[in-house]
């Protein structure tokens, strides 16, 4: 440290390598977080699956059933429980491997195939996402939408929306500006400020229900609009789809995934079980193999479970330390495929990703958070009265407020699942669409921005 208290030239020199130190540190720690993994180890966890799944068949069949048909004595039975066992056994242990081989085999679809690389988008103004903390303040009452903004969506508007991402100034932060959306869908005032603007006017916000119809500020009322906000990102325009991985424009719904390296197509999750993504292509199979992984863990758990209590009981206890293994892990597989196929089942009927979903538990959160501001920890019945206008004025966040809800779950499941009932259960067949156009929820303005319903098509409302 220098006389004045400033550093000396010596001692800023040392903090530059530090800093250069850390900085590189920290960008190799990037680099190697972002690096795809090798073919290799991708590809060795389907030979450990299959390695179990092997040694379970050799367990069930070679020890348990063989003495059964062989000596047509056994615990449970002779040959009479022996046969069907064995039949079951094969039967669901072999569609599960056609499942398997259908899902390992058939790429999810991969983004780079379908688009070429484009610049990365020039940015002149930053819409914040909806859970920038900065999206909910200073955007001043509502203001009612002209028929202009109502009808066109984003036609009307001036092309100015952009991407969260780059800017063009060189800095790696998005610029924020004035949101010029904010008057189509930002129908809610900050909330804090509301109460506070409230309890000044002496006007009643204890009756947030009848606050906001939609229709402008009831007469002798301040113009409070307790209502949904939905994020005012238009997600849709190209430059919220730009991937500075792979410099492309991304088709809808497609994500990058980092251990594959590349864009997927509607991409749900990166199962290492299989060894590559799930997503447009081999959503349904991955449901198809989950369906029968489950049935054939719980097949396998269940009779070996009556086997070794049987054995038990028996005059010379002979358990086969084999079999209990097997046990063990066919009960533990059963419980994680029967929690995994529950989840995946109740995304398809309705039609969003894993990905997806976390937008939707977010919103979720951030309504309960709004709504604890609005009234008093105790009000259940207010509260729930509350989300029942806003669902009057909106719709549901996860069914009318979803991009790619088709109407009914019937639907969204057919949409990934086929039309016929075989479809549904085995790895044959494909679903609909080519993954990287998908027909987009009417409720929604062309890009992306979920509208209230008074904006819906006539026949939605
Ligand atoms: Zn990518
Ligand atoms: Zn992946």
New binding site residues.
């Given amino acids: 440290m220098g006389k004045d208290g400033q550093l000396t030239d010596s001692e800023h020199k040392c903090c530059g390598v530090v800093q250069d130190a850390a900085n590189k540190s920290m960008k190799n720690r990037e680099k190697r977080r972002n690096k795809p993994q090798p073919w290799i180890v991708?590809k060795m966890t389907i030979g450990m699956t299959l390695g179990i799944i092997g040694y379970a068949f050799y367990v069930y069949i070679g020890r348990f059933c063989v003495p059964m048909l062989r000596d047509n004595t056994g615990d449970l039975g002779g040959r009479r429980i022996g046969i069907p066992f064995l039949v079951i056994f094969c039967l669901l242990g072999l569609t599960m491997l056609w499942a398997y081989a259908k899902v390992t085999l058939t790429s999810?679809g991969k983004a780079r195939d379908h688009v070429d690389p484009s610049p990365e988008p020039v940015i002149q103004n930053y819409v914040p996402a909806w859970f920038d903390s900065e999206s909910e303040i200073g955007h001043g009452p509502y203001v009612p939408p002209t028929q202009e903004q109502h009808g066109n969506g984003s036609a009307s508007q001036p092309k100015s929306h952009s991407a969260q991402a780059r800017v063009t100034n060189g800095s790696e932060k998005p610029v924020q500006q004035e949101d010029t959306n904010v008057g189509v869908m930002g129908t809610l005032p900050p909330v804090q400020n509301a109460r506070v603007h409230a309890e000044q006017n002496g006007s009643a916000y204890s009756n947030p229900t009848g606050a906001n119809t939609g229709t402008g500020p009831l007469p002798n009322q301040q113009p409070m609009m307790f209502t949904r906000k939905p994020p005012p990102t238009p997600a849709l325009l190209p430059e919220y789809r730009y991937c500075y991985k792979d410099g492309f424009v991304k088709p809808t719904r497609a994500h990058h995934?980092?251990?594959?390296?590349?864009c997927?197509l509607k991409?749900d999750?990166?199962?290492p079980w299989i060894g590559?993504?799930v997503?447009a292509r081999n959503h349904k199979f991955f449901v198809n193999f989950l369906q029968w992984a489950c049935l054939f863990c719980l097949w396998t758990f269940s009779t070996l479970v009556a086997q070794n209590v049987k054995a038990s009981q028996g005059p010379n206890e002979n358990i086969d330390p084999q079999e209990v293994v097997v046990t063990a892990l066919s009960g533990l597989f059963s419980v994680f495929t029967l929690a995994l196929l529950a989840t995946q089942m109740r995304l398809i009927i309705m039609n969003y990703t894993t990905v997806e979903s976390m937008g939707f538990q977010r919103t979720e959160e951030r309504e309960k958070t709004v709504l604890a501001r609005l009234h008093e920890w105790y009000e259940f019945g207010a509260k729930r009265r509350t989300k029942k206008q806003w669902d009057k004025e909106w719709g549901r966040i996860s069914k009318e407020g979803n991009m790619w809800w088709l109407g009914s779950y019937r639907r969204n499941w057919e949409y990934v699942m086929g039309h016929s009932v075989w479809e549904w259960f085995l790895p044959i067949g494909r679903s609909e669409g080519d993954g990287v156009n998908f027909p987009l929820n009417p409720r929604f303005d062309k890009d992306g921005r979920w509208r209230p319903r008074r904006e819906w098509p006539k026949e939605l409302q």
Avoid: E, N, S, V
Avoid at 257 to 262: K, M, N, S, W
């Fill in positions: 991708l999810p995934c980092r251990a594959c390296g590349t997927i991409y999750h990166h199962c590559q993504c997503g």
